[in-house]
Each structure stands twice: as C-alpha cells, then as structure tokens.
C-alpha cells in the first residue's frame, strides 16, 4: 500500500531556531496538507495545498510559516524562528481527488508516519 | 468554522461487546465525515468514511452512521476485540476542490478488556 513518508522522525531544534520538515506524498496525490498535534490533544489543521498554491490556512499557519513543494515530489514545512509551543508531533498528508460516481469508495487523506518535534 | 464535539472522551468495554462514539457538528455545509483510529505514538489512519449523500456505511465490524439534520454522525464497532483499543477521532470537512481542511474532534480512548 502507498505511503506517505516523513523525515525526520524526531527533530530537537533550539528555541529561535529555523527547522524543516519533509514529506513525501503518494505520487498519484494531488492534495498535500500539515497537520499538527500537541501530545495527548486533538489533531489540528495548519495548511492545504493544491495546484502549486496554499488553498487554506488556519489562525495557527501563521508568518513563522511556510511551505514549499521545492521538486515536484517532495513537500516541506518551514519554521523559521521556533517557539517552545511550536512542540508536538507533525504530520504530513496527501489525499487524491473525490470520485462523484464512485459512492462507497473511501476517499480520505493518508497520512504520513509524523515528525515530532521538540523544541528546547 | 466547524466546530466538531466528540463523546465520550474514555470508553471500557468489554472483548466482544460493542462500542459507540458520537461527534456533533456546527456547519450545515460539511458533507465529508472520516474517522480515524490512532495508536499510541503513530499516525492516525482512515478507518471508515462517510459522505453526506448516504445515511449509514458499513465496513465489517465497523459502521458510520449520519444524521445530516441533526448534525451528528457515529461511529460503531461490534464484538470488539483487544487490538481496536486505540484513540479514535472523528472528523468533519466541506469538500471543495483543492480544499479540505478536516476539523477533528477531541478524540474517544477505547479500551478493550480482554
């Protein structure tokens, strides 16, 4: 089965510190996302992107920020000045598109294995 | 935006009974209900998902039902086993091409004694 692949699998970065991390999506995807979850609560959106563009963002996607699809495989994440909240597990997802015919088929995202972070 | 509640947060059952977790939401307009299962320490994983245009799916143990004018949607697992402890998370999303930021809710701990 395809998967999504993420690396590092854990990262320990000073505070202030740039950090990037990577993902690889299934390559047939075309819909790449962040998501973040602190330890113990709930996963929570950061970014989506499509078509080479950032089609939405949540309040937490703030300027620290930014993504990049660099090489047409690969999909990063960059923050740039980390912050000790910044800590938590990160995970990188790609979904296909939604067949309308298709009414029992299961169309959500893969996730990928995830980069915790840990910010000291 | 969406708001998605999730009941109950802990849940013992016993190997063989069956389970249920129920998420509200707050926007009419979603139409795209995943749930996801989570083990500890490892990413969550699409275990059944249902779209607005049907009222009930079922995959084996597991089935997802929906109520589009009251807003919530369940997940039910039968005759449980000990290998579906796990958190689960439900999810909600409005499906528009390019965008599909789910809203999870706050996550059910299922625990099932052998």
């Known amino acids: 089965e395809p998967e999504v692949t993420q690396t590092p699998s854990h990262q320990v970065t000073q505070m202030g510190q740039e950090v990037i991390l990577r993902c690889v999506p299934i390559?047939?995807?075309?819909?790449f996302y962040w998501y973040r979850q602190i330890l113990g609560q709930k996963v929570e959106f950061l970014v989506s992107?499509?078509?080479?563009?950032?089609?939405?963002k949540s309040e937490i996607f703030d300027d620290q920020f930014s993504v990049e699809r660099p090489d047409g495989s690969n999909f990063t994440l960059k923050i740039r000045s980390t912050k000790l909240e910044d800590s938590a597990m990160y995970f990188c997802?790609?979904?296909?598109?939604?067949?309308?015919?298709?009414?029992?088929?299961?169309?959500?995202?893969?996730f990928g294995s995830g980069t915790r972070l840990t910010v000291v | 935006g969406e708001n998605v509640e999730q009941h109950p947060s802990t849940l013992s059952v016993q190997e063989g009974d069956s389970a249920v977790i129920k998420c509200t939401y707050s926007?009419?307009?979603?139409?795209?209900f995943p749930w996801y299962k989570q083990e500890l320490g490892k990413r969550p994983q699409l275990i059944i998902d249902?779209?607005?245009?049907?009222g009930e799916k079922k995959d084996q143990r597991i089935a997802v039902t929906l109520n589009k004018t009251a807003k919530h949607f369940s997940l039910h697992i039968t005759e449980t086993q000990p290998e579906d402890s796990a958190v689960y998370f439900c999810?909600?999303?409005?499906?528009?091409?390019?965008?599909?930021?789910?809203?999870f809710g706050s996550g059910t701990r299922l625990q099932v004694q052998p």
């Open positions: 926007d009419s307009a979603s139409n795209y």
């Open positions: 249902i779209r607005s245009n049907v």
């Open positions: 992107f499509y078509n080479n563009e950032i089609s939405e």
């Open positions: 997802a790609s979904g296909r598109t939604w067949d309308r015919g298709r009414r029992n088929s299961n169309y959500g995202y893969t």
């Open positions: 390559s047939n995807h075309l819909y």
């Open positions: 999810a909600a999303s409005i499906w528009v091409p390019g965008r599909r930021a789910l809203t």
